[in-house]
């Protein structure tokens, strides 16, 4: 309702504008264009009747299709193809919500993984650019997933899913998770990280080059020590921070 009230307004000035006296507006083209660019500002042009001619404009509501919009309001159908066998109702739903991960990793290229601009001119150094950025991301999900402990991420999925009424229910957090968010800390008292924080701590570790004063030793490298935290992380990630140096 506030919508079709919101959409009447600019007609009726134009409507207005066709009954006034004096610089009455005139001509079904004019009209129309005036009409066009206005009538659908909230999508509610289909609600709404208009008649036009070369010296007057009228509109009033479509009783019938807002009638039947009214019955619908607030309701949404999800159709699969897929028997129940294969996918329950609220995993049909939870299947669809999930879409907002698809929407989130589009956002991700545009800032954390810096798909944009595009420094390339031939078609195979393009799709690579592009590849190495799907890579890059989904490394980075798995990197997540199995530092979810680490980070302000509900590491406690199942108990958080209890908590919803349904599955078009709002997503609800975990205890374990709001406690995090709480004492920014772990179950281990260790501090809480995002995923950049992390990364940015473990950054840290470097492969320092050593050349010895004696000239007849070859030079060799040596990796910072871990801290806790960084140690905590590898573990989890199952990589050494070593890298392949011995």
């Not at 009726?12 to 659908?40: C, F, M, P, S, W």
């Amino acid at each position: 309702e506030e919508l079709l009230i919101a959409t009447e307004k600019e007609p009726e000035k134009i409507k207005q504008q066709t009954t006034r006296e004096r610089r009455k507006l005139k001509g079904k083209d004019k009209i129309a264009i005036k009409v066009g660019k206005v009538i659908n500002h909230y999508r509610m042009e289909k609600h709404f009747i208009i008649e036009i001619s070369e010296d007057s404009f009228s509109y009033s509501r479509n009783l019938e299709t807002i009638t039947a919009e009214k019955e619908l309001d607030g309701f949404y159908v999800i159709r699969t193809d897929l028997n129940k066998e294969v996918a329950s109702t609220a995993e049909v739903v939870s299947g669809y919500k999930a879409l907002s991960n698809v929407e989130r990793v589009f956002r991700n290229f545009n800032t954390d993984l810096d798909i944009r601009p595009i420094r390339h001119h031939t078609e195979n150094r393009v799709k690579a650019h592009v590849f190495l950025r799907m890579l890059s991301c989904y490394v980075s999900w798995h990197m997540n997933e199995r530092l979810k402990t680490m980070l302000f991420k509900d590491d406690d999925t199942e108990k958080a899913e209890e908590l919803r009424s349904s599955p078009v229910a709002p997503a609800k957090r975990s205890e374990s998770a709001l406690k995090k968010v709480q004492t920014k800390r772990t179950v281990d008292k260790d501090p809480v990280h995002s995923f950049e924080t992390l990364l940015r701590d473990l950054s840290t570790i470097t492969a320092n080059q050593i050349q010895p004063t004696d000239l007849d030793c070859k030079p060799f490298t040596m990796i910072t020590v871990p801290t806790k935290l960084q140690a905590k992380a590898f573990k989890l990630l199952g990589v050494s921070h070593r890298l392949g140096y011995m």
